[in-house]
């Protein structure tokens, strides 16, 4: 099973950029890395999925612009970066994995999570 900690998080102003980091551990090669998340009381939200072997990122239509996902093979790290952040963006940031590579949207469609990283925009 692959292990994923999160970071880059934090306390960031509405208009700024944030990147987010995702280290994995394990054998990740036919593994599929998303990034999720989640607000108190509501489901886990996706935002934007790649494949490690390659193939074209799937993002949310919603978010389309604004986020995106890149991974550094060598160094297995997934990256989310966020730009134009905006006060609705405040959530916890969740990276995932999934056996397969197929990038998937549902959460429940991933079995490996990170702890998760705090994203707080201020207006």
């Known amino acids: 099973q692959v292990q994923l900690v999160e970071s880059g998080g934090g306390l960031v102003q509405a208009g700024g950029s944030l990147r987010l980091s995702c280290a994995a551990s394990?054998?990740?090669?036919?593994?599929?890395m998303a990034w999720f998340r989640q607000t108190p009381g509501k489901e886990r939200e996706f935002l934007a999925a790649?494949?490690?072997?390659?193939?074209?990122?799937a993002y949310a239509d919603s978010l389309k612009g604004r986020f995106a996902i890149s991974r550094d093979i060598p160094k297995k790290m997934v990256y989310l970066q966020i730009n134009s952040l905006k006060s609705e963006d405040t959530a916890m940031y969740y990276c995932?994995?999934?056996?397969?590579?197929?990038?998937?949207?549902?959460?429940?469609?991933?079995?490996?999570w990170g702890q998760g990283t705090q994203v707080t925009v201020s207006s």
């Open positions: 995932a994995a999934r056996g397969g590579l197929t990038p998937k949207t549902r959460w429940t469609d991933y079995n490996s």
């Open positions: 394990g054998d990740t090669f036919s593994y599929t």
């Open positions: 790649v494949s490690w072997s390659g193939g074209s990122p």
